[in-house]
């Protein structure tokens, strides 16, 4: 399976910025499909999440300035971040959950995680 991540870039602060990641290879479902960062020295922290039945979830600093919302239809998930701050600089990953239900080889079905290759969100003054 691969995630492919997109829409980062250089903007300014107060600006807004849509953050696209598209899941694509070989499973029968995506569960959890969730949005992390990692700034320069800093732990990778998660930002977002949105469940399989579409519930959001978000980190207490972004909340009222960023959405994560879903398409399951085309398995992408998107990031639409207003109202940046210079704190929101960092490496943009989408992870992903994925299930393969049971079948010959698989008794138990799989469930397993994936990340994008990350893309890069710039705030300037």
């Known amino acids: 399976v691969q995630l492919q991540a997109s829409g980062g870039g250089l903007v300014q602060s107060g600006g807004t910025l849509r953050l696209s990641c598209a899941a694509s290879?070989?499973?029968?479902?995506?569960?959890?499909m969730s949005w992390y960062r990692q700034a320069p020295g800093k732990e990778r922290e998660l930002v977002a999440k949105?469940?399989?039945?579409?519930?959001?979830t978000y980190t207490d600093s972004v909340k009222g300035r960023f959405t994560i919302s879903r398409d399951n239809r085309k398995n992408q998930v998107y990031l639409q971040m207003n109202n940046v701050r210079l704190e929101d600089t960092a490496v943009y990953y989408c992870?992903?959950?994925?299930?393969?239900?049971?079948?010959?080889?698989?008794?138990?079905?799989?469930?397993?995680?994936?990340w994008g290759q990350g893309t890069q969100v710039t705030v300037s003054s």
């Open positions: 992870k992903a959950e994925f299930y393969i239900p049971p079948a010959n080889g698989l008794p138990n079905g799989r469930t397993w995680d994936a």
């Open positions: 290879g070989n499973f029968f479902r995506v569960n959890d």
């Open positions: 949105m469940s399989s039945s579409n519930t959001p």
